[in-house]
């Protein structure tokens, strides 16, 4: 049984596993094994000394503020604000395409995520409650969104006393699919924006990373994105930027500011001596 175990991230069809899948599985039945060694149903658990594969961190893409200007500019016009609610506020596509007038207190500049679009067995688009229960948060908005969704709502002839309808809605008014707003919306707009490759939920790690560049708190962060643990927010969705590369490095040499040495301007490096460094 021990031996089976040297192919522990494939099945039978020797179609290699996630990573994470391996891992989360052989955690199971290591513990069902210690379990039964225990209890003394086995002798001893066959699950040990197995290597398992490791965990390689996905590179996401980094959609930054002129990349999400083309993108607003590119796609469909009744759509430009919904891309803009994705980059500033990192809700998910299910929740900005499901948000309902009555969501929206424009006066008061914040937004409710009440319910997000599903699939159901079939495909079909479904109408439930937020990701998680920590996914259903009064978001405010900043003033410039608040001013574009004010227009795109004068725009489609709707205004706030419009409570029940769609914010964003599929052309006959009823909600979208994500797989026609996919096909028909956005890949025709990442095309014209160069920006293939680019996923709606791209804006959520977009929104993300400006949260943690802007220095706002990891609780604060994790409570607008809607996450029940706040190692969600880093782990996952905040990615490392040249940006916030520089400004650690500069930060560190200003911790140290008084006690480094200070160096003449020198217009040719090859003027300085490495000789007493490596002596």
Known sequence: MVNSWSSVNQRRTGKPLAPATVNLTYGTLRAAFAYAATSGLVIQSP?????????VRKVCTIVGPEDVQALAKAIDVRYSAMVWVGALLG???GEVAALRVEDLDLVGGQLEVRRTITRDEHGRPLIGPPKSEAGNPTLSMPVVLGKLLAGHLATSGRDEADDDALVFPAPDGSHWSYANFRRRIWLPAVRTA????????DLRRTATTQLVLSNVDIKTAGTRLGHSDVRLTLEVYAQATTEADCAAAEG????????????????DLDEISMEPLLA
């Open 194 to 201: 160069g920006l293939g490759g680019v996923g709606f939920h």
């Open 47 to 55: 699950c040990h000394d197995v290597k398992l594969p490791r965990k």
């Open 91 to 93: 809700l998910r596509w």
């Open 252 to 267: 560190v040499a200003t911790r140290f500011a008084k006690f480094l040495p200070v160096m003449s301007p020198i217009e």
